[in-house]
């Protein structure tokens, strides 16, 4: 049977106007000036420079979630000069975590080298988010004559939106998540996040009070499968950058307290019972380990807790080799082990040289300067934030790498 033209044209026309009404509504959101930009940076009203959208968070996290998370201003000129490096220092809730104040104070001040080569640094933190905002911030910034960039990802991956997350029920698998950030770039996208959040609960609180609801158990069936997403992001962040990519690797504090044990089911009384070894241990000149070992050895010596505090006893008597095996068992019990994963920073150091990427080893150079590891939570001011010397020692190291990057001879 033959089909006339104008039915041809009919059937052409049905089957492709739900993608001509969307684009049709994108463009006259944008002719009358309906909604709001989500664009990384817009031009200053001279055209001389660029600066960040205050919105641009948007793009990686819903607004009806976290509709006020701080911004640290940044600007940069439009045409870069012949002896300026444009460095973006960009992180997920890793970076966040490591440096909390990474929202509204710059980490990595701009500094010239010796060569009087001068890196404008522009930090860009994009917080509750893993390592596929990375993947999409990478591809984003190569519009904006980058020279290089320094990735801050994987160590708190299951931090920000787990997949099991009631957070992002509605687009719960891998490639929604991306279909998701990907538009986020367009108005109308607002017009449809109404009909999307009408199918749950408003939420305005941020982790929410129940670990439950967010932490993604360690090494369960979701914690393998978010590493080997990580896997995959980062190769596809190295594929995407078109200018040199810098990977960190960054260091697990392998002395903190453990958040609750696969085995224990009593963790509430249990941290109280932790609280009072820290006690002993750090008066033990008024009370006696002996008395601790003794009731330690009346508890399951299954918990993590179990091995913290053994630790944290092997530690004070100068028992170095125990305190770490200790240490080191205590957080593979932590059943939310909401860290940095030392898995993830052999993938960082595997694919940095498998494609000849830069490696800012930070995790190394801290190990390097402690005494076997023990010591490496004098860089921390609690579980995962630096304090000042932590700090110091990442930003030295970045500078390091990149000015040896710079210099040499290419």
């Not at 641009?56 to 870069?80: G, S």
């Not at 810098?246 to 109280?272: C, H, W």
């Amino acid at each position: 049977m033959k089909v006339s033209f104008r039915q041809r044209a009919y059937s052409i026309f049905f089957r492709f106007s739900p993608l001509l009404i969307v684009v049709l509504l994108e463009l006259g959101l944008r002719l009358w000036g309906i909604g709001d930009s989500y664009l990384l940076f817009s031009t200053s009203s001279d055209k001389q420079y660029y600066e960040l959208n205050h919105l641009y968070y948007r793009r990686f996290v819903a607004a009806e979630q976290f509709n006020d998370i701080p911004i640290l201003p940044q600007r940069f000129p439009v045409k870069k000069s012949n002896n300026t490096r444009r460095i973006f220092l960009i992180g997920d809730q890793s970076l966040c975590s490591y440096f909390p104040d990474a929202n509204t104070k710059q980490i990595l001040p701009d500094f010239y080298d010796s060569d009087s080569l001068y890196y404008d640094i522009i930090q860009i933190a994009v917080p509750y988010t893993n390592s596929f905002a990375m993947v999409r911030l990478v591809k984003c910034l190569n519009r904006y004559d980058a020279d290089g960039y320094v990735v801050v990802s994987g160590a708190n991956e299951f931090y920000g939106i787990p997949r099991k997350s009631k957070w992002m029920e509605d687009i719960d698998n891998y490639w929604g998540l991306t279909a998701y950030v990907t538009l986020k770039n367009h108005r109308f996208l607002q017009i449809l996040e109404r009909f999307v959040y009408l199918k749950k609960d408003s939420h305005t609180e941020f982790p929410p009070a129940d670990i439950d609801e967010w932490a993604v158990p360690y090494q369960s069936d979701l914690y393998l499968e978010a590493e080997s997403y990580f896997e995959r992001n980062l190769k596809r962040m190295i594929k995407k950058a078109e200018k040199p990519l810098f990977l960190v690797s960054l260091p697990e504090n392998i002395k903190i307290r453990p958040y609750r044990s696969f085995f224990d089911d009593k963790e509430l009384q249990d941290a109280d019972i932790a609280q009072e070894c820290a006690v002993l241990v750090d008066n033990a000149d008024r009370f006696t380990i002996d008395r601790w070992i003794n009731d330690l050895k009346a508890w399951e010596p299954q918990t993590a807790i179990y091995y913290h505090c053994l630790a944290k006893i092997n530690e004070h008597e100068g028992q170095t080799e125990e305190a770490l095996k200790n240490y080191a068992r205590a957080l593979d019990l932590d059943v939310f082990r909401v860290r940095s994963n030392a898995h993830f920073n052999d993938l960082i150091d595997m694919y940095s040289g498998m494609y000849g990427k830069g490696l800012i080893d930070v995790r190394g150079s801290m190990l390097n300067a402690t005494s076997k590891g023990l010591y490496i939570d004098r860089y921390f001011s609690n579980g995962l934030a630096f304090n000042n010397r932590g700090k110091k020692q990442f930003t030295d190291k970045i500078k390091e790498s990149l000015t040896h990057y710079f210099q040499s001879p290419k």
